[in-house]
């Protein structure tokens, strides 16, 4: 991070986030949990799936190469995360998973 700088390493995450929020945003059996604004948000990205525990999402995405965890929260959601390791083919791998589990 000292290398690359904290704003590109910033920048980065948050068009990442943003690209998911998006494409997330465009299925109709996803309801996104996170502010699409780019500063309303960081790296994480919560939605739900309707129809679908997330649990069951997150094993249903494994199967398909995709990496998701659930949150804490009550009621649970579906969580992904953008770093400065994560690449646009993997969000848009990660949106295409989401969009077969309709």
């Known amino acids: ?6 704003d590109r390493v910033r920048a980065r995450t948050q068009e990442l986030a943003t690209r998911l929020k998006a494409g997330l ?4 059996h996803v309801r996104l949990a996170t502010p699409t604004a780019p500063d309303l948000s960081a790296g994480l990205v919560c939605c739900s799936v309707a129809g679908m525990e997330p649990f069951e999402a ?3 995405l494994r199967e ?3 990496i998701a965890s ?11 995360g953008t770093s400065i390791v994560t690449g646009p083919e993997q969000v848009d791998q990660a949106v295409k ?6």
């Open 1 to 6: 991070m000292t290398a690359i700088g904290k």
């Open 70 to 80: 659930v949150t804490p929260y009550n009621p649970s959601l579906l969580r992904f």
């Open 97 to 102: 998973a989401v969009e077969g589990l309709g």
């Open 25 to 28: 945003a465009g299925i109709p």
């Open 58 to 60: 997150v094993e249903r």
């Open 64 to 66: 398909r190469k995709v």
